[in-house]
């Protein structure tokens, strides 16, 4: 079992940055790809971009692509996320996953069994 903690949201202006991390702990991170889904108000949850075991093979999001960038620190069981240029439709809450497998390419929420408890990015002038 893994447990996964996000932070780093905020309000950011549109057209600001902001970066997201997803600190783990428990069972080996090191063995688990982790994917960034979000949420907005009233919306199902999307999936955002996602990472392998070693960072070998990454996926985005077309929405998102060119802009953000998800990268990972294994000794310091660390994922992040790096949102550059954001645009209101960026808002939500954003969460880090995993399924418990060393590459998860799944889009869909229900393959993931980790989850952490999200963290809130407003884009907003």
């Known amino acids: 079992q893994v447990q996964l903690v996000e932070s780093g949201g905020g309000l950011v202006q549109p057209g600001g940055s902001l970066r997201l991390s997803c600190a783990a702990s428990?069972?080996?991170?090191?063995?688990?790809?982790i994917t960034w889904f979000r949420q907005a108000p009233g919306k199902e949850r999307d999936f955002v971009a996602t990472i392998s075991w070693n960072g070998g093979r990454i996926d985005y999001a077309g929405s998102v692509k060119g802009r953000f960038t998800i990268s990972r620190d294994n000794a310091n069981d660390t994922v992040y996320l790096r949102m550059n240029t954001v645009v209101p439709e960026d808002t939500g809450v954003y969460y880090c996953a995993s399924s418990g497998r060393i590459w998860s390419p799944s889009r869909e929420p229900t393959d993931y069994v980790y989850w952490g408890q999200g963290t809130q990015v407003t884009v907003s002038s």
């Open positions: 428990g069972h080996t991170f090191n063995n688990y790809g």
